[in-house]
């Protein structure tokens, strides 16, 4: 018998229901396709009151576009982006970040999940040697691959880094929601005032339905990104539908609430773990994921009632992830299960 919500992921969560609404009040009538018509404006303009009037946004389906594409605005093919060893850019993206920029990715080992600036000065090197790709990108993940989240000052270190070589920093903020409440700042104190130059906004992993936003915090550098998304085949014809659910997420705070859920149920579930003497979890739990050493007998037990991924199979290390409809109920009960399985 397999419970109605697992651990699994934040993606596999459902569409938060007033976000489902938007989309069914915004089914009347015909609106103009890509993008021209009055509900991606007022999307638009929500951008615009988090971050700043003097933004540019655009809409894509997935996070590894959102990614890639913002990548191939801020890069030639002989660039290198710096990330970390278990970013998503070069762990779980199939290559497309290298297939669609044609530059190298270069993976410095990580701490927690983050990369330092010492770590990256490591890889700063054979600037101006024309038989070396040249850095241009520092990459960070927000909150990161492995729950934790970067604080303002490590990420105002990097971002000085890289502004002082002449290079962008990149922020994967699939989940950026969950670390700016983890730190209770705004979108913006998360991520534009600490010097992040093109930001990959989530959505999906906070409620909404195949929907992410590139956002460009120096509009020059956006100056050819309508025609690299659609190039990237990630032009939604429908605009609409994905336009409306930002405007619902960025109104009444509703990111904020079901991020907020999210980490809550997070550290709740990590409290009723570490009552667990079997059980060990093995990062700082400071967004919506929990990342646990179990006995390894016990996973296949586990994953027979709960779905959920092993995160490393050789330390035993599995990742359990809360979303905005995760319930108390839900967790007591997963850990109940837990310390009766182990
Ligand atoms: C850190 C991170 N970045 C980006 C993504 C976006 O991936 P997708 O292309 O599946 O939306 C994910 C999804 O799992 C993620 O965890």
Redesign the pocket.
Known sequence: MKPVRSFA?D?NAGVHPEVLQAISAANVGHTVGYGDDAYTDAAVRKFQEHFGSDIEVFFVF??????VLSLKALTESYHAVICSDF???YC??CGAPERFTGCKLIPIPNQNGKLTVESVSHAYHGIGDQHHVQPRVIAI?QS??MGTVYQPDEVKALAKFAHDRDMFLHM?G??IANAAVSQAKTLRQATRDLGVDVL?F?G??NGLMGA?AVVFFDKKLAGNFQFLRKQGMQLASKMRFISVQFEALLSNDLWQKSAQHANRMARLLEKEIRAISKVKIVYPVEANGVFAQVPHDAIAKLQERYFFYVWSEEESVVRWMCSFDTTEDDIRQFAKFVAETV
């Open positions: 992921s993606n997935n996070g590894t576009a959102a990614n970013a998503h850019i779980d993206e993940t990161t691959e994967d699939a989940r990959s989530g999906t992993k992410e």
